[in-house]
């Protein structure tokens, strides 16, 4: 069963400012037929919105350019926005027969595009380079062999030889498909995704994650294309499985000289870790944490009137609950990130990208 949106009940003109200000929050803009397709995906309402776009224009709240919308000091960034969009096919191009090749892998179930690249918002790493964040969906045997692959390719020099290199930033097993940190953040991350090798696979990534649909409604017609009798593999884990992540994990202590990711590990399922029995991701909690603060802080600055305590708690839900960013900041002792300037968040999209 579907979720229910959370815009239902909400003006078209207060979907067009959250959604325009969130592009806001990585200097960014937003094509303007994407942001009418996720709005109005079966074109019931066109004349209602194009009048909302109209009136949010007269009210100078947003400013519209060669098939974008932003806000007014984005301009800029629409004129630029088609050398953003040759950027990121370039660097999809030039690694693209790297990819085919792992698609070739047995052990390969999925692979997508993700991050800045995909958003077609390149931004440097922590490294000053541009880099191709990877999502990969493994088999449920192959998860730990990827890992193990993936921890060749960092560590024996092969990145820094290439001009643009991976980062896997997402390695999952078909078999534990489901994202925790749920909020608007992360299903944009979603949404974003291109995939490249594995639709099949990535439609039942989908399928577990229907929390997605509450953002972004109009992905849900994805299921029109779910093959029928598609199931998830068994989550059972495996004593191979164990043994893989024990020596993987005596691997990093090694590396860091240090017996705390020894100390770390489990084999509970604990979310908010990097490394879990079954999947390998981006650590979340205190970069998502500093989007929300980010994107209410741009509301207030540029649609002070639009501001809604109650939908912004709809977004970024995630401030509360076991998984949440706030039970993740008070882990470590602090109240959570703190935004200084817009400086300090510039740096924060450098070092994770978008």
């Known amino acids: 069963m579907l979720c229910s949106s959370i815009w239902e009940g909400y003006s078209l003109k207060k979907r067009i400012v959250y959604l325009i200000n969130y592009s806001s929050v ?68 030039r690694l693209n027969e790297i990819l ?19 958003a077609n918002n390149p931004v440097d790493s922590s490294r000053s380079e541009l880099d191709l964040d990877i999502f990969i969906i493994t088999s449920r045997r192959g998860f730990w062999v990827f890992c193990f692959l993936e921890a060749l390719y960092r560590n024996l020099g092969i990145r820094r030889m290439m001009k643009y290199p991976f980062c896997f930033n997402y390695i999952m097993a078909e078999s534990d498909l489901i994202v925790h940190n749920q909020c608007f953040y992360t299903a944009t991350e979603i949404k974003n995704i291109k995939p490249v090798y594995g639709m099949p696979v990535f439609l039942m990534f989908l399928k577990q994650n229907e929390w997605v649909f509450r953002y972004y409604p109009h992905l849900a017609s994805a299921f029109n294309s779910l093959p029928h009798g598609f199931s998830n ?122």
Request: charged residues 25%; contains cysteine.
């Open 26 to 93: 990585f200097n960014d803009v937003m094509n303007l037929d994407e942001l009418k397709n996720i709005i109005d995906p079966h074109r019931r309402s066109r004349p209602e919105l194009d009048s909302a776009i109209a009136m949010l224009l007269d009210e100078k709240k947003i400013i519209i350019d060669n098939g974008y919308a932003g806000i007014p000091v984005t301009g800029g960034k629409m004129e630029a926005k088609h050398k953003d969009i040759a950027l990121s096919l370039q660097v999809v191009n």
């Open 100 to 118: 085919l090749f792992l698609a070739r892998l047995p052990i390969i179930k999925f692979i997508g595009i993700s991050g800045s690249i995909a």
């Open 233 to 354: 593999p068994s989550r059972n884990r495996t004593l191979p499985d164990k043994i893989l992540f024990v020596a993987y994990t005596l691997i990093r202590c090694i590396k860091k000289f240090s017996f705390r990711p020894l100390q770390e590990l489990s084999f509970e399922f604990r979310p908010r870790n990097v490394l879990n029995l079954t999947r390998k991701i981006q650590s979340f909690g205190g970069y998502e944490f500093y989007i929300g603060r980010k994107f209410e802080i741009n509301l207030r600055k540029y649609f002070p009137e639009y501001y809604d305590p109650g939908l912004i708690e709809a977004l970024f839900p995630d401030n509360s609950g076991p998984y949440g960013l706030r039970a993740k900041a008070a882990e470590s002792g602090s109240a959570g990130p703190v935004i200084q300037n817009d400086a300090s968040f510039d740096r924060l999209i450098a070092k994770y990208g978008q």
